[in-house]
């Protein structure tokens, strides 16, 4: 199974978990926190990401979940 990027999306009044290119919702609950803690759940197990919208759809946050391949570069040492 490919590692699917998981992203929380307005559904309506609802949020919707979708894998990257699904045109099915893997889940829709009542807000964005739990479509948020499925969507951690799913890519944690996949080793993906979560890509999380705002409620007009535009992209607000992004969280990996496991090997990234260009990682973010320590500025503090």
């Known amino acids: ?7 929380v999306v307005p559904n ?12 099915k919702a893997t889940r829709i609950v009542a ?3 739990d479509a948020i803690k499925i969507a951690r759940d799913i890519a944690i197990n996949q080793k993906s990401e979560v890509v999380i ?3 007009n759809g535009k992209i607000r946050d992004k969280d990996s979940y ?3 391949p ?8």
């Open 1 to 7: 199974m490919a590692n699917k990027n998981q992203h």
């Open 66 to 68: 496991g090997n990234d």
């Open 12 to 23: 309506g009044k609802d949020w919707a978990v979708k894998g990257e290119g699904n045109s």
């Open 70 to 77: 260009v990682p973010p570069k320590d500025n503090k040492h």
């Open 31 to 33: 807000s964005q926190a």
């Open 53 to 55: 919208h705002r409620p």
